[in-house]
C-alpha cells in the first residue's frame, strides 16, 4: 500500500497493516521508532494481548541538545507495563557520522543514511531501527517487522531480515507493507 502523502496521519494505519501482517505470517516482533512516545504508546496499545513483542527505538539523549531525552517517560513506564521494551541508544547511521559532517567530512554512516533516505526518511529509520534492536540483543536475527515515518508518526512499515549493526549489509528490507509515494 502506499499513502499519496507522508505524514502521522498515517500513523493508526501503518501500526494496524504491522500487527495484521505480523499475526497473518506468524511474525513475533515488532521495532517501532519514537521520538516522543505517542507512536510508541498507539503501537503497544494496539499490540497489547496480540503475542507480538514490542520493541520501541528512542533518539539518543542529546540528540535535540545537551542532556534531554525527547522520549516522554511517563509514556515508557506505560509501554513496558504492557510487556513492550524500549531501547535508547546510539543510532546508527548518525552517531559520530553526524558529526563528521558537521565538520565538513563525509562519513560512512552518512553516506549510507543519505543512501536509504533515496527511498524515504521512513526506508532509512526502519533500518537503523533493527540494526539497533539486534546491537541490544533485544529482536531476533529473523524477520522482523518494522514500523517509522517522516517527521511524527509513521507512514512506513516494512519486513526485514535482522541482523546487527557490525553485519549491517546482511539487513534484508524484504517487503515494504507500507510506504508514503511523495516522500
Known sequence: MYFEKAGKENTQKTL???KEEALKRGISHIVV?????DTALAAAQMLKDTGIKL???????GIREPNLQTFDQEIRKKIENMGGKV????MVLRGLGTALKEKGNQSYEQTVADTLSIFGQGTKVVVEIVAMSADAG???FSDVIAVAGTGRGADTAAIIK???????FDIKL????VKPSDF
Open 162 to 168: 535482522a541482523n546487527s549493526s557490525n553485519r549491517f
Open 87 to 90: 531501547h535508547t541508544g546510539t
Open 138 to 140: 533485544l529482536i531476533p
Open 16 to 18: 494496524q497493516i504491522a
Open 55 to 61: 520493541v520501541v527505538v528512542t533518539h539518543n539523549t
Open 33 to 37: 521508532a519514537s521520538t516522543f512516545g
Open 174 to 177: 524484504r517487503e515494504y507493507l
